[in-house]
């Protein structure tokens, strides 16, 4: 007989993944200015950070982490997405992080294998 | 044999339909988790972790397939974006709000047109950024954890004299 699985542990929105996101960001640019020279290596180790946690979790998941740092200038940002997959066991959360000189966004999407 | 299965699995999948962002009422839960003294963070969920209730499983047949039968092709999906992008964005100002219900138009377009093509068994994550260039500095970059054989990603940038629009897709087989 095939076995009844409830599905709990493999939804993604069990895996705290905000927790995640946020301490890597926190852990690479927490009190830091924006600084151009050093952006391309926080948004790695940010991104690098939230996938090395993901991973450990040792879930069957694909996962894909996208990260934007921008200069606090005035300037407007939109973003949007839209996702086919399916609903019952696929997420993603999305983290906004600010300080004075700067926002960074970290989305992390979730697909069950 | 293995094709009725592909073919259930193939439109299970699809009637599982997608979310549309343009729907916002699908983002459920917002909280402000941290406030230090200089920064301060906000989280976004799809659904609220514990507030779904535990579903069965699902158990779809075996397809005896070890490999995606026709693979996403990128120089195509490529075409598709610089097309929407550019139709969509050449003559545009920068707006608040123009340009907000711009980035959920452009995605749902996008996707659409990608599920056009009916690649089997593949599922699509189509993410738009637009932003206003005003002499500000920016980085954009992702990482993914998936199988590169059978998994990739398609990308495009816009750019006219007052806003850059992008546009990335990831395309992750369904085994």
Request: overall charge positive; glycine content about 4%; aromatic content about 10%.
């Amino acid at each position: 007989a095939v076995p009844n699985m409830y599905v709990c542990e493999y939804l993604f929105v069990n895996q705290n993944v905000s927790s995640h996101s946020n301490s890597a960001i926190e852990s690479a640019i927490g009190g830091n200015a924006y600084q151009h020279s050093k952006v391309n290596q926080w948004t790695t180790s940010v991104v690098e950070q939230t996938l090395s946690q993901l991973t450990k979790l040792g879930k069957p998941f694909k996962y894909i982490v996208t990260c934007v740092i921008m200069q606090k200038n005035g300037a407007g940002l939109h973003t949007a997405s839209s996702c086919f997959w399916d609903n019952t066991s696929d997420g993603n959360c999305t983290v906004r992080w600010e300080n004075k000189t700067m926002y960074c966004i970290v989305s992390a999407f979730g697909l069950a294998i | 044999m293995s094709d009725i299965a592909k073919d259930k699995a193939a439109r299970l999948l699809k009637k599982r339909g997608s979310v549309s962002s343009l729907s916002s009422h699908e983002v459920r839960a917002k909280e402000i988790i941290g406030k230090n003294k200089d920064s301060m963070s906000t989280v976004s969920y799809m659904d609220e972790p514990g507030h779904e209730i535990p579903r069965l499983a699902i158990q779809l047949e075996n397809t005896y397939q070890l490999g995606p039968a026709k693979r996403f092709p990128v120089v195509t999906v490529n075409n598709i974006l610089k097309d929407v992008l550019t139709n969509y964005l050449q003559e545009e100002k920068y707006e608040a709000e123009l340009c907000r219900q711009m980035t959920k138009t452009i995605s749902e377009v996008i996707k659409a047109r990608v599920k056009d093509l009916m690649i089997p068994r593949y599922k699509i994550i189509v993410i738009v950024h637009i932003g206003q260039l005003n002499e500000q500095s920016m980085r954009i970059g992702s990482r993914c954890i998936w199988d590169p054989a059978s998994d990739t990603f398609s990308s495009y940038a816009f750019k006219n004299t007052s806003l850059f629009g992008l546009a990335n897709v990831y395309a992750v087989y369904f085994e």
